[in-house]
């Protein structure tokens, strides 16, 4: 039985083997972009787990802009749950308007060669109207994901911080779908995230 490649609800991360959580390359003091910064473009106002910002010191924000300066780095928040019936959240998104200041303050882990990861945080390969990959908005919507997320592939970060299939630039950050057997499906294929919703397991390479 072939495995449905979508995602509902907002995206996910296992760390398996993140290098970050060990060297300290963990970044996590500056917004997300705002309109109050006076950073071109538009302000951040939701943040999915997996997806990539740039830490830019000179702007004094993290962005998505791909001409920001400073490297794509991981997105890996905590939620932080104070009531005991709401502990088992499988997904989640920061917004900017869950905040009194209406800021974002992301937690970005540096990935560096040989880390690995699990997520489903890529767009959708449906499009909207203006012909722009669907994001999940409200946590409640499934999306359909790329069908070439097979082991083997090649993942690389997208001009707007989502990860896609792709061929990376020389220099350019790039990501395998490298093999998993952290948990098996009931029709025995296998799966790897918590609630059992697809996902592939990545590894930098490059």
């Avoid at 060669?113 to 890529?122: E, M, Q, Y």
């Amino acid at each position: 039985m072939a495995v449905e490649k979508k995602r509902k609800g907002f995206g996910q991360v296992e760390p398996n083997h993140l290098s970050a959580r060990y060297t300290g390359q963990i970044y996590a003091q500056l917004p997300a972009k705002h309109s109050s910064n006076g950073v071109a473009g538009n302000a951040i106002e939701q943040l999915e787990n997996g997806q990539f910002l740039k830490y830019d010191y000179a702007a004094g924000c993290a962005s998505d802009d791909p001409n920001a300066a400073g490297e794509w780095m991981l997105v890996f928040n905590e939620e932080k749950l104070y009531d005991e019936r709401y502990q088992n959240h499988r997904y989640f998104a920061l917004k900017n308007t869950d905040f009194t200041d209406k800021l974002i303050y992301p937690r970005l882990l540096k990935t560096n060669v040989g880390d690995i990861f699990t997520t489903n945080t890529f767009k959708s390969v449906a499009t909207t109207a203006n012909d722009t990959p669907k994001t999940v908005t409200t946590g409640d919507e499934v999306i359909d994901l790329p069908a070439g997320l097979t082991i083997g592939a090649t993942v690389v970060i997208g001009n707007d911080g989502w990860l896609k299939l792709g061929t990376p630039a020389d220099g350019e950050i790039a990501f395998k779908v490298v093999p998993h057997f952290t948990q098996i499906g009931t029709s025995g294929v296998d799966y790897t995230l918590g609630d059992m919703q697809f996902a592939v397991k990545l590894q930098r390479v490059q």
